[in-house]
Nanobody
């Protein structure tokens, strides 16, 4: 497994932007597909986006398509989530996750390492 630490969460007004970061340690970062998930109070954990180890493939959940952008810098062992045009319904704890495979999708069970989460709150 790889150790993951998220950062960049906070409070923002609707329509604003935030960039989340996820820094990995412990294993070769480039060997993992990576993903972002989120969980709002009282709701199940929801897929946000994923990116392959090569950065060639990216996938997004329908609620964030066209507003969020996932990226990674393998040299820095860091993944990013640029979140634009934020809405109050984007409020959640955001988690990064690593999957020991080339490409990973929306299945929670594909991922074997998780960060502790970072809170994102969007006010209306």
């Amino acid at each position: 497994q790889v150790q993951l630490v998220e950062s960049g969460g906070g409070l923002v007004q609707a329509g604003g932007s935030l960039r989340l970061s996820c820094t990995a340690s412990g294993r070769t970062f480039s060997a993992y597909a990576m993903g972002w998930f989120r969980q709002a109070p009282g709701k199940e954990r929801e897929f946000v986006a994923s990116i392959s180890w090569s950065r060639r493939s990216t996938y997004y959940g329908d609620p964030v398509k066209g507003r969020f952008t996932i990226s990674r810098d393998n040299a820095k062992s860091t993944m990013y989530l640029q979140m634009d045009s934020l809405k109050p319904e984007d409020t959640a704890v955001y988690y990064c996750a690593a999957a020991p495979t080339v490409v990973a999708g929306r299945g929670i069970n594909e991922y074997d390492s998780w960060g502790q989460g970072t809170q994102v709150t969007v006010s209306s």
